[in-house]
């Protein structure tokens, strides 16, 4: 992971081989990084994405172990227990041109991945709700 910083944004770049939310929470530790907007696009060599079942409270999950297109990856930061709360979506288009979407849980860069965090000078934090199961913005 290579990255620069201009005013309030940071441009990152991740390399082939590197896992996405691993390197995004070792940049918002080392640059104290509390609340920010992603966006990026690039490639993948695996993912899993989820899509939320409200009632059962979990993930249905997709592994998706094959070349890539990011054509669209985006989300946010905030902060669980003073900790990096990394939220993205995804959206993958394979080799024969058919689309996977979904939370990111895991993403790991095929070729590179190009990414704008725009930081804002504040710090939000996520409260678990219990009836939906899900950490939801302290705002």
Same mark, same amino acid.
């Given at each position: 992971?290579?990255?620069?910083?201009?005013?309030?944004?940071?441009?990152?770049?991740?390399?082939?081989? $590197? =896992?996405?939310?691993?390197?995004?929470? =070792?940049?918002?530790?080392? =640059?104290?990084? &509390?609340? %920010?907007?992603?966006? #990026?696009?690039?490639?993948? =060599?695996? %993912?899993?994405?989820?899509?939320?079942?409200? %009632?059962?409270?979990?993930?249905? &999950?997709? #592994?998706?172990?094959?070349?890539? $297109?990011?054509?669209s990856l985006t989300g946010n930061i905030t902060t669980v227990n003073e900790a990096p709360y990394i939220h993205l979506h995804a959206t993958l288009a394979d080799q024969q041109h058919q689309i996977?979407?979904?939370?990111?849980? $895991?993403?790991?860069?095929?070729?590179?991945? $190009?990414?704008?965090? &725009?930081?804002?000078?504040?710090?939000?934090? &996520?409260?678990?709700?219990?009836?939906?199961?899900?950490?939801?913005?302290?705002?």
């Amino acid at each position: 992971m290579r990255n620069q910083k201009y005013e309030n944004v940071y441009a990152v770049r991740i390399d082939k081989g $590197e =896992e996405i939310v691993e390197k995004l929470k =070792e940049l918002c530790r080392t =640059e104290n990084i &509390r609340f %920010a907007q992603v966006s #990026a696009i690039g490639a993948s =060599e695996h %993912a899993v994405l989820g899509v939320y079942d409200l %009632a059962k409270q979990e993930y249905a &999950r997709e #592994a998706i172990s094959c070349f890539c $297109e990011i054509t669209s990856l985006t989300g946010n930061i905030t902060t669980v227990n003073e900790a990096p709360y990394i939220h993205l979506h995804a959206t993958l288009a394979d080799q024969q041109h058919q689309i996977h979407g979904g939370h990111v849980l $895991e993403l790991t860069v095929g070729a590179t991945c $190009e990414i704008f965090i &725009r930081v804002i000078d504040a710090t939000v934090g &996520r409260i678990h709700n219990d009836q939906m199961g899900i950490n939801l913005w302290d705002i």
